[in-house]
């Protein structure tokens, strides 16, 4: 089959298998480049390993820090007619490349907040692993069933209050244009911070610790963004903000609750980036390309690697890792000094239909958008024809 992107809206619904494995390389090179990690965790848990900060963070632990990784996530396979997911081709490349390094490497596809799959991952753990070091969390999903009710939450992207009215880039249709979002009412706060908020990131940590798999020391990070005032609106402040406030209870509560592990919980604050999870939301597409501009121009420009490594040596494992009033471990100095944004900010208010690809770097979001799905890489032959069912 050829393969070309098909992009409906914020998002592309196939993927290019040797694309994503070009993704997956170009991240393990760097890694490689850079210094090996000092003091690493040997068994790491990710969930929400097969695209964005999670796959980033399994990246670096096995390919700077050689940790066995056990990873889950939520794909579709693919078919002899239809293209899997671009994480199900991450995790292939990612298998492939540990397996060539000698790494251990599982990854067990399902739905995380399920009890089902805890147990499944619980049974991998005692038998190949025995326990674990470090745990991150790393999912985005827009909705939950929990398993103690059945019901199915969905999140919503809200302000909470007010209607807000704000600049966004359409994607589709290439124009900036003004939204105006209805504020959310109780109930859709309430779902949303059953979706992403820390009550599931709880569940896995209880049920890790009573199987006994957690090692002593372990560590575990749930991951947030906490931006300014450009997306507090829609973001820090709007139903996805309530979500992650609960993460930073979450976080909390388990290191309170886990002392006799002396288990390390933290709520890692990361930069905004164009993932699968980040093109969905609002205003977020027009905010990280004008971002995206200033950081290049300030040579601070750094995507879901760089920030991964960071994260690692600069906050998990560093001796004396810098925290804020919150406990939280913040990797987005970078975007969220007032330097940074004071220049994104003057440009927000002059960006226009008419001079948008000039203030912003658009070219750089769509190249990143497209590499997300294994696409827009100049060393792959796009007009080959390939065999969309890779195994992992
Ligand atoms: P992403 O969409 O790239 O990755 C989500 C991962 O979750 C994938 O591996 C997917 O398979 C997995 N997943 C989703 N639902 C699942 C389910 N039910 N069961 C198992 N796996 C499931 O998202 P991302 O942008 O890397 O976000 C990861 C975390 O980082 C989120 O908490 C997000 O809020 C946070 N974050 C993102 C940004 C950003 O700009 N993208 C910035 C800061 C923090």
């Given at each position: 089959m050829v393969i070309k992107p098909k992009i409906r809206g914020f998002i592309c619904t196939n993927a290019h298998p040797e694309g994503c494995a070009e993704n997956v390389q170009r991240q393990i090179k760097y890694v490689q480049q850079?210094?090996?990690?000092?003091?690493?965790?040997?068994r790491v848990l990710v969930i929400?390993?097969?695209?964005?900060y999670g796959l980033a963070t399994r990246i670096v632990a096995a390919f700077s820090g050689q940790a066995q990784t056990l990873g889950v996530c939520f794909e579709k396979e693919p078919t002899e007619k239809r293209t899997g997911t671009a994480g199900w081709y991450n995790t292939a490349a990612f298998h492939q490349a540990a397996e060539k390094a000698s790494l251990y490497a599982k990854t067990i596809n399902g739905d995380a907040f399920s009890d089902e799959l805890k147990d499944q991952v619980i049974a991998a753990i005692k038998a190949?692993?025995?326990?674990?070091d470090l745990v991150v969390y790393s999912l985005a999903s827009p909705k939950r069933k929990?398993?103690?009710?059945g019901e199915v939450f969905s999140s919503t992207l809200k302000p909470i209050g007010k209607q807000y009215t704000t600049k966004t880039y359409d994607t589709d249709k290439d124009k900036v244009h003004d939204i105006t979002l209805e504020p959310a009412n109780d109930d859709e706060i309430y779902n949303t911070v059953k979706v992403m908020g820390g009550e599931d990131w709880g569940r896995w940590i209880k049920a890790l610790h009573a199987a006994g798999v957690l090692a002593a020391d372990c560590k575990t990070t749930a991951y947030t963004y906490i931006g300014k005032q450009l997306t507090w609106p829609i973001y820090g402040h709007a139903t996805i903000g309530k979500a992650k406030e609960d993460l930073d209870r979450a976080a909390a509560a388990l290191r309170h609750q886990y002392q006799d592990i002396n288990l390390s919980a933290y709520v890692s604050s990361l930069k905004a980036l164009v993932t699968q999870a980040s093109s969905a939301i609002p205003v977020m597409p027009l905010y990280i390309s004008l971002m995206y501009g200033v950081m290049k121009e300030e040579g601070t420009h750094e995507g879901c690697i760089e920030q991964a490594y960071r994260l690692l040596?600069?906050?998990?494992?560093?001796?004396a890792p810098s925290l804020d009033d919150a406990h939280r471990l913040r990797m987005d100095g970078k975007e969220t000094n007032d330097a940074t944004q004071a220049k994104i900010e003057t440009l927000w208010h002059q960006v226009t239909q008419d001079n948008f690809h000039e203030l912003a770097d658009y070219k750089q979001y769509h190249q990143d958008f497209l590499n997300l799905f294994g696409?827009?890489?100049?060393?792959?032959?796009?007009?080959k024809d390939v065999d969309p069912r890779v195994k992992w």
């Open positions: 850079q210094p090996a990690l000092a003091s690493a965790p040997k929400g390993s097969s695209t964005g190949d692993l025995g326990q674990v929990d398993p103690e009710s040596t600069e906050g998990l494992y560093h001796p696409f827009g890489f100049e060393n792959v032959d796009y007009d």
